[in-house]
Every structure is written in C-alpha cells, then in structure tokens.
C-alpha cells in the first residue's frame, strides 16, 4: 500500500525501480493478493525469507540483500515502514556504500520494548534521505541530530492508495458474505506485546467480550497470534475469519462503525475515513491520528475498551495535512533529484 503509488509515480518519470519482495509477508493474504488488486508489477525477485525470530529472519534477510545489492549495485535503496526487512536493507545497503530513503522516517512511539521502534530510529539513522508524513516526524528527527536538508515532508503513500480505491470499495458486497445486517466492529491484533503473552491477549480478549455487548464484531486474524487469541477465546465474542486482501478488508472497514486494532496502518485509514479507531496500546508512534483524526489510546484494560466502544459517537476528526492523494509523486519527485538511473 506505501510502495504502489511510489513506484507508479517513478514509471511517470521513466524511473523503472527493482522491486523486491523479500518474503517476511509470505502468506498468499497477506502477500501475493496485495500485488494483484494494487496493480504494482510482478516482483524482480523474491527472497522468500519466511518467518522467524527476529533475530533469524533479520540474519537471512542481511545475507540475501547483501548478494542481491552486490550483484545490481542500485544507486539507491528505497526502505518502508518499521519492519524487520526495513531494517536490513537499510544496514546491508549502507555497509556497501549505497545510500538509503526512508520512507515513514521519524515516527516514533518512544517505547524501545517494540521491535517496530528499535527498526524504525536505527533506520532513521542509518538513512539520508527522510521522507516524513507528519510534521511532529521533523521534530524527532531534528532532536535525533538528523539535518533539515534530508528531511522531505512528503504526506503519507499509504493514503494514496487508498483514496485511489475508496470509490470501488464493495461494502455490501462483503457485508453479504460475513451476514453483516446492522453496525459492526473490526478487530486487528498482532502486536507481539498483545498477542505473544497469554495473560494480555486474555485481557485483551475480555475488553472485546464486553464490546461485543453493544456491537457485533468481526475478526480477520492475521497468522501471529492468532492461535494465542483463539485460545483466549476471541471466537465466542467475535467472527473470526481469515485476512482480507486489500479492497475486502478496506471495504470491512469502510462500513464499520467503529475499528479496534494495534495497527499503526489502519489508525491512520481510519481517519481519513473519519471511522473511530480504538488502539489497543498504551502509545503510538502516529500521534497526529489522536490529536486530528479519530484515533483513542485504550490500552488493553477491558474497562476502558468498552467504555471506547460506549463512546465512539463522540468521536470527530480532521484529515492530517498532505494526506491528499499526492505522496508518491512528492516522494517521485525528491528521489528523482539523487540521481536514480532511467
């Protein structure tokens, strides 16, 4: 969803990046349907890394990244997100000399116990070019030591796409077949701090059991943790089922009445979609979603995602500055003066 409206907007310039898919998100729903329905080209390569510890998956992506950067010798690395291939690509890529963008730089939530974190400033540090979708994201890199001639504020790629998509989302169609008749919830969890511990996810797990007393809810369970919330006993206050591709899930969301999650992602969809958003954290490296959009902090106290739940009719928001559709070409145009290769 970040990369798609980049590497559309670099083909209007006649920039034809690589694209690699490194195989951390190998699960066909989680992976190969999001190439379908965004229309971004097949991969240059696939990796096929597969899941792991953290520390053996980054080990397995910094071995075949390095060959894969030897071999092309890319003028430019471009890096999203905060996940564990953002990470290795940008330590592979600046041990051999080629520099990095980050896109997403200076996000933080400032809680070194999430992986997410320790990839997203180590990334941050390691890039040259930071490509920033909020204004308070200038701030924290500036207090980082990062200088103000790298920092782009770009918007957010991520909300292109899905101001691309908003007007064919089928909501009734997937109303239909979840048997969706009245106002609904959807549930997201896959934070290893919510879903690796038996004692959170139950909690977390009790605070839906009263949600669902005052509306339905459903569930598309991403692989991690999903075992641990089934377990906790998600399936007797929620529909579980497995995930969506994109215009399914988005199209979910769309005609929900309320979201719980601990996605960083879809706090930011949500407000653009002006739909309240529940976050089952106790922080959030995307503030700007809580202080403008529709976004809550609950944390996981059963109490206070109910009574999140009890007052989302209360809930308004604005959209964030350059959160307009036009990300990927800002993004386009600021890499296409580093001297990218046609």
């Known amino acids: 969803m ?13 920039v034809r990046p690589m694209l690699v898919h490194t195989g951390q998100h ?11 329905q965004l229309g971004l080209p ?31 010798r890319p003028t430019r690395v471009v890096v999203y997100g905060d996940i564990n291939s953002t990470l290795a690509a940008a330590v592979a890529a600046t041990k051999l000399g080629i520099p990095v963008a980050h896109v997403e730089a200076g996000l933080r939530s400032f809680d ?3 992986p997410e974190e320790i990839n997203r400033v180590v990334t941050d540090a390691l890039s040259d070019l930071h490509l920033v979708t909020s204004a308070e994201a200038m701030g924290h890199l500036a207090r980082e030591g990062v200088a103000a001639s790298s920092m782009h504020f770009v918007g957010n790629p991520m909300i292109d796409t899905l101001l691309k998509f908003r007007d064919v989302l089928d909501v009734a169609s997937i109303r239909t077949r979840l048997g969706l008749d009245g106002s609904y919830g959807v549930v997201t969890l896959h934070r290893p701090s919510n879903v690796d ?4 996810a139950s909690r977390i797990v009790e605070g839906l059991r ?19 919330l089934i377990e906790a006993g998600i399936g007797e206050c929620a529909q579980v089922i497995d995930p969506l591709g994109y215009l399914e899930f988005m199209a979910l969301v769309s005609g929900s009445g309320i979201v719980l999650t601990d996605s960083g992602g879809i706090q930011e969809e949500t407000t653009v979609l ?16 809580v202080t403008m959009g529709t976004n809550t902090l609950v944390g996981t106290n059963p109490a206070r995602i109910e009574n999140g739940v009890l007052g989302m009719a209360d809930v308004s928001g604005q959209i964030p500055p350059l959160w307009d559709g036009g990300a990927g070409d800002r993004i386009a145009d600021v890499l296409a003066t580093t001297g990218l290769r046609s």
Do not use: W
């Not at 980054?58 to 990244?65: G, I, K, R």
């Not at 511990?197 to 959170?200: F, G």
């Not at 089952?280 to 995307?286: G, L, Q, Y």
């Open 2 to 14: 970040k990369a798609a409206p980049v590497v559309d907007a670099l083909g209007k310039r006649g």
């Open 26 to 36: 190998y699960d066909r729903e989680m992976s190969d349907v999001f190439f379908d």
């Open 42 to 72: 097949e991969p240059d390569r696939n990796l096929g890394v597969g899941s792991g510890s953290h520390a053996k998956q980054t080990a397995a992506l910094l071995v075949s990244l390095e060959d894969l950067f030897l071999e092309v």
């Open 112 to 114: 070194r116990d999430m």
């Open 197 to 200: 511990d038996a004692d959170t």
């Open 210 to 228: 009263r949600a669902a007393q005052h509306i339905e809810l459903v569930a598309p369970l991403h692989p991690r943790g999903r075992e641990r």
């Open 274 to 289: 002006g739909i309240p958003c529940l976050t089952i954290r106790e922080n959030t490296e995307r503030p700007i979603t």
